[in-house]
C-alpha cells in the first residue's frame, strides 16, 4: 500500500509541475492551461503507459528482457508506412494513416520474429543487438526514400518524439490506449503463459498462434497511435517493464497497473526535465529518455539473475 500512496504522490507531483511549467504565464492566460498543458501532460501520460505496456508484451513474446518495441524494428517500418502514405496519398485521413502504420508495424515485427527463430536463446544480449541492426537498417531505408523525396524533415519529425505541438484536438487518437490496456489487462494471464514458451504454453491449453497474434497487433497499434500523434521514443518498454519486475517480482497481472503507470512518469518526467533544464527553451522527450533509458539498460546489463527471462 505504501508503494501504490508513494508512486501516486510522485505522479500528482510530475503532473503539477507539468502544468505549471512553461514560458507564458497562465495568470495572463488561464485559457493556455486547457488548450495546451493539459493536452500535453496527458499526452506524455497516455504514451508512455502504451510503450511500457507494449513493451511488457514483445518481452514476453520473445522471451527476454532486454527487448522492447523499439527494437524490434516496429517503429522504422512504420516510418515506411507514412512515407508511403505521404508519397501516395497526402490527404488520407489521421484514422487511415494509423492503420497503415500499424499494419507495417505488425510486418515490421513479423520480420523481426523471423530472425529471432534462427538465434540462440543461451545468450540475452544478441537478440536486442540484432533488434538494433534490423532497425537501423529499416531507418536507412526510410532516410535513403525521405532524401530522394525531400521528406527528411517529415522523417525527423517522426524519429524524434517530442510534445511541443501538442494541443487540444490534436492528440485524443492516444486515449485509444486506455483501451488496448483495458484488453491487456483481461488477457493478462494468457500473456504470461505466452512467455513461457510455445511448447509448454500449449501443453497449458494455450492457443499460442492466436494469443501472440493478438498481442503483436496490440503492438503494433499502439506504435502506429504514438508515432503519428508524438514521434518515436527508445527505452520506455525496456525501462518501465524491468523496474516495476524488479521491485515487485513477476506477477503480470498485478504488475500491469503499475507498467503502465511508471512508463507515463518516465516519459512525463523526462518531459519536464526537457522543458527545464533549458528553459525556455526545450530538448526533445526522446532525447532525454535515450540518455537516461541507456544508463538503465548498461545497469540491467550489470544486475544479471533477475534480467534474464525464460
Known amino acids: 500500500m505504501r508503494g501504490w500512496l508513494t508512486t501516486f504522490a510522485a505522479l500528482a507531483a510530475l503532473i503539477a509541475v507539468s502544468l505549471l511549467l512553461g ?41 527476454n528482457r532486454l527487448v522492447e518495441p523499439s527494437l524490434t524494428g516496429a517503429p522504422e517500418a512504420s516510418m515506411l508506412g507514412l512515407l508511403a ?26 520480420g523481426f520474429l523471423a530472425l529471432a527463430k534462427r538465434l540462440p536463446r543461451d545468450d540475452a544480449m544478441l537478440l536486442p543487438i540484432v533488434g538494433i541492426v534490423y532497425g ?25 518524439g517530442e510534445f511541443s505541438g501538442v494541443m487540444m484536438g490534436r492528440y485524443e487518437w492516444l486515449w485509444a490506449i486506455a483501451a488496448l490496456a483495458g484488453l491487456l489487462y483481461l488477457v493478462a ?47 520506455v518498454g525496456l525501462v518501465a517493464p524491468n523496474l516495476v519486475a524488479r521491485w515487485r517480482g513477476d506477477n503480470l497481472r498485478a504488475n500491469l497497473p503499475m507498467v503502465a503507470i511508471g512508463g507515463g512518469a518516465l516519459l512525463l518526467g523526462a518531459d519536464v526535465i526537457g522543458r527545464a533544464v533549458r528553459y525556455p527553451f526545450e530538448i526533445p522527450a526522446a532525447t532525454v529518455i535515450a540518455v537516461l533509458g541507456a544508463g538503465v539498460f548498461l545497469w540491467l546489463l550489470h544486475a544479471a539473475p533477475r534480467a534474464r527471462h525464460g
Open 85 to 110: 502514405v505521404t508519397l501516395i496519398a497526402p490527404g488520407m485521413a489521421v484514422a487511415g494513416k494509423m492503420l497503415i502504420a500499424a499494419a507495417c508495424a505488425l510486418v515490421g515485427m513479423i
Open 189 to 235: 494471464d494468457r500473456i504470461t503463459i505466452l512467455g513461457l514458451g510455445e511448447t509448454q504454453a500449449r501443453s497449458l491449453g494455450l492457443n499460442y498462434r492466436q494469443t501472440r497474434a493478438l498481442g503483436l497487433v496490440v503492438v503494433s497499434v499502439i506504435t502506429a497511435l504514438v508515432l503519428v500523434t508524438v514521434g518515436a521514443f527508445p527505452f
Open 136 to 160: 537501423g537498417i529499416l531507418g536507412a531505408i526510410g532516410i535513403w526514400f525521405a532524401w530522394a523525396e525531400d521528406l527528411v524533415q517529415y522523417l525527423g519529425a517522426w524519429r524524434l
Open 23 to 63: 514560458a507564458a504565464s497562465l495568470e495572463s492566460d488561464g485559457w493556455l492551461l486547457l488548450v495546451s498543458r493539459i493536452p500535453r501532460t496527458m499526452a506524455a501520460l497516455l504514451a508512455g503507459a502504451g510503450l511500457a505496456l507494449a513493451g511488457v508484451v514483445v518481452q514476453q513474446v520473445v522471451q
